[in-house]
């Protein structure tokens, strides 16, 4: 079954840019017709959709967080990838990845990657 | 409103049913997914569409959907259901509620 795991920095320094890989494993991730997609959770806060990718390279971003999201996918190394710049402290989440699928009237997550804390402090 | 609400919290005695609600105005156009949170723990999808179960989630968990307001049942609530319970639908975005606290008594 296919599984994805996160990685990357946990630290990161105000107004520097967040990275972080999600590699899949269990399956290639150009097989069907799945999206790939960054969520994050600030501590004891919910859960906030960051963007998506599908293997076309295609992408749709939150709004909110647009302007300074870029999300890549590298179908040669079963992985896609975020960027978050001029990150502050409000940034500060557990990030997740997630593969995404749709039916009639309706889209999904699953499954999830465990996610990784990162902090934004100097 | 492109907002999903839900109730911050809910209680069930266990073996109990409960319904957990989603309202939002994306829910009259789209169906909602559900998903059970525990402690330290990733999401984990639990119902999704009009009443699908991924494989491994017990029957016990329900959905439902009417106008504006998709519902998660559990019928018969166990002590590994107390957890965080979120929806998510799709408009221009995709949106999560801001999530229910389960406690089973």
């Known amino acids: 079954q296919v599984q994805l795991q996160e990685s990357g920095p946990g630290l990161v320094k105000p107004s520097q840019t967040l990275s972080l890989t999600c590699t899949v494993s269990?399956?290639?991730?150009?097989?069907?017709?799945?999206?790939w997609s960054w969520i994050r959770q600030p501590a004891g806060k919910g859960l906030e959709w960051i963007g998506r990718?599908?293997?076309?390279?295609?992408?749709n971003y939150n709004p909110s967080l647009k302007s300074r999201v870029t999300i890549s996918v590298d179908t040669s190394k079963n992985q896609f990838s975020l960027k978050l710049s001029s990150v502050t402290a409000a940034d500060t989440a557990v990030y997740y990845c997630?593969?995404?699928?749709?039916?009639?009237?309706?889209?999904?997550?699953?499954?999830w990657g465990q996610g990784t804390l990162v902090t934004v402090s100097s | 409103s492109s907002e999903l609400t839900q109730d911050p919290a809910v209680s069930v005695a266990l073996g109990q049913t409960v319904r957990i609600t989603c309202q939002g105005d994306?829910?009259?156009?789209?169906?909602a997914s559900w998903y059970q949170q525990k402690p330290g723990q990733a999401p984990v999808l639990v119902i999704y569409?009009?009443?699908n179960r991924p494989s491994g989630i017990p029957d016990r968990f329900s959905g439902s959907s009417s106008g504006n307001t998709a519902s998660l049942t559990i019928t018969g609530a166990q002590a590994e259901d107390e957890a965080d319970y979120y929806c998510?639908?799709?408009?221009?975005?995709?949106?999560f509620g801001g999530g229910t606290k389960l406690t089973v008594l």
């Open positions: 997630a593969r995404g699928d749709y039916g009639d009237y309706v889209y999904w997550f699953d499954p």
């Open positions: 269990g399956g290639s991730i150009s097989s069907g017709s799945y999206y």
């Open positions: 990718i599908y293997t076309s390279g295609s992408t």
């Open positions: 994306s829910l009259r156009s789209y169906y």
């Open positions: 569409g009009k009443n």
């Open positions: 998510n639908s799709r408009d221009s975005s995709f949106r």
